[in-house]
């Protein structure tokens, strides 16, 4: 847990030296006056749209489980697991927690805590992290084509961005050509065990890619990061003299949240704020750039800040439980120890993580 926990920490570190400099670098005078006149209101609805979203994001993640059989009765991939829904909650949130390490890979830590809890194989469960966030890669997407009705000079991105995760989809979906990448990388030096390792998340990643199921997750996910988009339209114009449309608002955030997702950095921090701040303050009636700085900090400690609290709090909640405690930590000890047999590709890999 050790690990996770220091990147997450890394990630928290960054996201405050990053607004530090943003501050140092504007006037932090006019920021604070820009608030002046602010309905604060907003704030409370748009942390109600993130905790709904993050409802349906547990409602996606629950559908994925019984889809591969950690549900009693799911008739899924594997034989079923009893998994009670509280603990699921749980364990869903806890990895909110996780979200500022770089791509978001720290959220892994919802199988280690799952197999720490009710002894589910990582590999079975891991690939939900993928379909999670293709998934979302999707929504934002949809979204974006959704409100780009006024910023059409950006659709030729929009559909690049689409047709690059459309790729990803096949490609981890078709076991022939997941398990061919995986093989080949077998073979280099530095990644060859961990690539014999993934080999337990082919038909896991398979099953969740399918036509059906990827369409199911990413219709949830349209009305998941819809609701936060609304969030963003009711911060931006709780600002006295600004005049933002839904449909721009719903652009201006996805392409955001798209921006920092794809940038592979913890939480998409700088690249999801520098993007939104510079879009909003162009395309926005009445916002300056102080407006556009403080809309941009607030949605932010409104979204990605407030996963971070609640998932810390569901995370320390989870181990308060000396046995889960020290079973997670086992979990991802063993999860860092390299594959005992590196030199076949087509060795078959292991159950355990």
């Given at each position: 847990?050790?690990?996770?926990?220091?990147?997450?920490?890394?990630?928290?570190?960054?996201?405050?030296?990053?607004?530090?400099?943003?501050?140092?670098?504007?006037?932090?005078?006019?920021?604070?006056?820009?608030?002046?006149?602010?309905?604060?209101?907003?704030?409370?609805?748009?942390?109600?749209?993130?905790?709904?979203?993050?409802?349906?994001?547990?409602?996606?993640?629950?559908?994925?489980?019984?889809?591969?059989?950690?549900?009693?009765?799911?008739?899924?991939?594997?034989?079923?697991?009893?998994?009670?829904?509280?603990?699921?909650?749980?364990?869903?949130?806890?990895?909110?927690?996780?979200?500022?390490?770089?791509?978001?890979?720290?959220?892994?830590?919802?199988?280690?805590?799952?197999?720490?809890?009710?002894?589910?194989?990582?590999?079975?469960?891991?690939?939900?992290?993928?379909?999670?966030?293709?998934?979302?890669?999707?929504?934002?997407?949809?979204?974006?084509?959704?409100?780009?009705?006024?910023?059409?000079?950006?659709?030729?991105?929009?559909?690049?961005?689409?047709?690059?995760?459309?790729?990803?989809?096949?490609?981890?979906?078709?076991?022939?050509?997941?398990?061919?990448?995986?093989?080949?990388?077998?073979?280099?030096?530095?990644?060859?065990?961990?690539?014999?390792?993934?080999?337990?998340?082919?038909d896991s990643s398979a099953k969740l890619l399918?036509?059906?199921?990827?369409?199911?997750?990413?219709?949830?996910?349209?009305?998941?990061?819809?609701?936060?988009?609304?969030?963003?339209?009711?911060?931006?114009?709780?600002?006295?003299?600004?005049?933002?449309?839904?449909?721009?608002?719903?652009?201006?955030?996805?392409?955001?949240?798209?921006?920092?997702?794809?940038?592979?950095?913890?939480?998409?921090?700088g690249a999801t704020e520098g993007s939104l701040?510079?879009?909003?303050?162009?395309?926005?009636?009445?916002?300056?750039?102080?407006?556009?700085?403080?809309?941009?900090?607030?949605?932010?400690?409104?979204?990605?800040?407030?996963?971070?609290?609640?998932?810390?709090?569901?995370?320390?909640?989870?181990?308060?439980?000396?046995?889960?405690?020290?079973?997670?930590?086992?979990?991802?000890?063993?999860?860092?120890?390299?594959?005992?047999?590196?030199?076949?590709?087509?060795?078959?890999?292991?159950?355990?993580?």
């Amino acid at each position: 847990m050790s690990r996770l926990l220091r990147r997450t920490l890394i990630g928290v570190v960054f996201g405050v030296v990053v607004y530090i400099v943003w501050l140092l670098l504007s006037d932090a005078r006019e920021v604070a006056d820009s608030l002046q006149g602010f309905a604060w209101s907003a704030v409370a609805w748009a942390l109600l749209a993130s905790s709904l979203n993050y409802l349906l994001r547990f409602w996606k993640w629950e559908l994925a489980l019984g889809w591969l059989g950690v549900r009693s009765g799911s008739g899924g991939l594997h034989a079923p697991t009893e998994l009670r829904l509280g603990r699921s909650l749980e364990i869903y949130l806890a990895g909110l927690s996780m979200s500022v390490t770089p791509g978001k890979v720290g959220e892994v830590l919802r199988s280690v805590l799952l197999r720490a809890s009710n002894d589910v194989p990582f590999t079975r469960t891991a690939p939900i992290v993928v379909a999670d966030r293709l998934s979302d890669l999707i929504a934002l997407i949809v979204l974006a084509l959704i409100g780009i009705s006024d910023v059409t000079e950006y659709l030729p991105y929009v559909i690049a961005a689409l047709v690059m995760v459309i790729a990803g989809v096949v490609v981890l979906g078709s076991p022939k050509l997941f398990g061919g990448i995986l093989n080949a990388c077998a073979k280099l030096p530095l990644i060859g065990g961990l690539a014999v390792r993934a080999h337990g998340l082919i038909d896991s990643s398979a099953k969740l890619l399918e036509l059906r199921y990827i369409t199911v997750l990413s219709a949830i996910s349209v009305v998941g990061w819809g609701l936060e988009c609304v969030g963003y339209w009711v911060i931006l114009n709780a600002f006295p003299g600004v005049e933002a449309g839904l449909p721009l608002c719903v652009f201006l955030w996805s392409v955001g949240t798209l921006v920092g997702a794809l940038s592979f950095l913890p939480g998409g921090l700088g690249a999801t704020e520098g993007s939104l701040g510079v879009f909003v303050a162009r395309f926005a009636v009445g916002v300056n750039s102080s407006i556009a700085m403080a809309s941009t900090l607030l949605i932010r400690l409104c979204t990605l800040w407030y996963g971070e609290l609640v998932g810390a709090i569901a995370l320390v909640s989870f181990m308060r439980d000396p046995k889960l405690r020290a079973a997670a930590r086992e979990v991802e000890q063993a999860a860092r120890e390299p594959s005992p047999d590196t030199s076949s590709p087509a060795s078959p890999p292991s159950e355990s993580p």
